[in-house]
């Protein structure tokens, strides 16, 4: 058994080494939107090595992967990736989850002025 490791929530599950790093994700039960099914298409399910890791613990970049992301290998796409051993990858936020962070970071920083100057008041 290998593990795989997803940041940022830092969830670890214990898969059989060939396991794909999208099918290794939804184990651990994080959500990844694809609409390929797998097939390489719509690039949904990329997913980025962690620098201090490398690539350890994932199959070799394959031709596929090659010509979607091209050759720096920081980028790997979750259903065509295989664990061989145990590694660490981080699942982008999604957009909607980004935008709807910001707008809460947005306003509760607006909400944080609002209430200093009512205290200096």
């Avoid at 969830?11 to 994080?30: C, D, I, Y």
């Amino acid at each position: 058994m290998a593990e795989a490791t997803f940041w940022p929530s830092g969830k670890t599950v214990k898969v059989r080494p060939g396991t794909t790093l999208l099918s290794a994700a939804r184990q651990a039960g994080l959500s990844v939107p694809v609409r390929c099914d797998g097939k390489a298409a719509c690039l949904m399910c990329k997913m980025s090595l962690l620098p201090d890791h490398g690539d350890q613990g994932l199959s070799r970049l394959s031709e596929v992967e090659r010509r979607k992301l091209g050759t720096d290998g920081h980028q790997r796409l979750g259903c065509q990736s295989r664990v061989t051993g145990n590694c660490h990858v981080s699942i982008p936020e999604s957009p909607l989850k980004a935008a709807v962070r910001r707008q809460l970071e947005r306003q509760a920083a607006e909400d944080d002025d609002d209430w200093l100057r009512g205290f200096r008041s």
